[in-house]
């Protein structure tokens, strides 16, 4: 059975950083592509970054783009999301996602099989 735990939130002023952290067993974790979304109450689950199964290349949105890295250690089996110059509309839950399609969909919510229980973001302004 998957489990994805994420580590890491907590509250940061802004203009703060923050690292996420994803670890994932019962899983073997080269076969999964890997992302992280987000949700703020009120809104729908947002995608920020994903990888390439291979690792190769990473997905971010828009506006995280230059600001947040994503990033592995395989021999951890662990997904990092590095976030830098967080501002208040960052504040959300933050979850780990993994799917092991041939033809993954990086940034369509539905298409992750395996979900972590989320960490809060909160950043004040």
């Known amino acids: 059975q998957v489990q994805l735990v994420e580590s890491g939130g907590g509250l940061v002023q802004a203009g703060g950083s923050l690292r996420l952290s994803c670890v994932a067993s019962?899983?073997?974790?080269?076969?999964?592509?890997f992302c992280w979304f987000r949700q703020a109450p009120g809104n729908e689950r947002e995608f920020v970054a994903a990888?390439?199964?291979?690792?190769?290349?990473?997905y971010y949105a828009d506006s995280v783009q230059g600001l947040f890295t994503m990033s592995r250690d395989n021999a951890k089996n662990t997904v990092y999301l590095q976030m830098n110059s967080l501002e208040p509309e960052d504040t959300a839950v933050y979850y780990c996602a993994a799917q092991k399609r041939i033809l993954p969909r990086y940034n369509d919510f539905s298409a992750y099989d395996e979900w972590g229980q989320g960490t809060q973001v909160t950043v004040s302004s």
């Open positions: 990888f390439r199964r291979s690792g190769s290349r990473t």
């Open positions: 019962g899983c073997t974790f080269s076969m999964y592509v």
